[in-house]
């Protein structure tokens, strides 16, 4: 497989994963999160990124096989010599996206844990302070007045 192929590929992958990223994003940010739809995006994140991860060794392969250094430069080097390093940089571009855009995510998820520990404290100590009877009624605790006469 020649590389400009294995680059247009590589673009496609990635361009599926930062259309997933964003939608992922959108979800996050929202009032309230559909938990079975994020499972969902991460179960197509995580194919699509594994085909990323296979297509990516390939390309290494064929560089070193082809005489290439393995680092970014080798790559490069190669990208050019085959005419399309073009392709070679809109590639790193899509990666660079795809890279904020999960950082950005993660950073969202973060935000999200934060809240939901804080509203967990806050709703554990209301419930310690405040105890109800089999009769939904609210028990007489120290230092307060029982106003259920």
């Avoid at 247009?8 to 999160?33: D, F, K, T, Y």
């Avoid at 050019?80 to 998820?109: I, M, S, Y």
Wanted: contains cysteine; aromatic residues 2%; proline residues 1%.
């Amino acid at each position: 497989m020649s590389l400009a192929k294995l680059l247009q590929e590589q673009q496609q992958r990635l361009s599926g994963v930062i259309e997933l990223l964003l939608r992922e994003r959108e979800m996050l940010a929202g009032a309230e999160i559909d938990g079975d739809a994020l499972g969902e995006i991460a179960g197509h994140k995580q194919a699509l990124l594994a085909k990323l991860e296979a297509s990516e060794t390939l390309r290494q392969g064929v560089q070193q096989r082809l005489g290439y250094a393995s680092d970014a430069a080798g790559a490069r080097q190669a990208a050019a010599d085959a005419g399309c390093e073009p392709a070679w940089n809109q590639t790193l571009e899509l990666t660079r996206e795809a890279q904020r855009l999960n950082t950005l995510n993660g950073k969202l998820v973060e935000l999200r844990m934060e809240q939901n520990t804080r509203l967990l404290a806050f709703i554990h100590q209301a419930a310690e302070k405040t105890v109800y009877r089999p009769s939904g009624r609210v028990a007489a605790q120290s230092g307060r007045i029982n106003a259920s006469v």
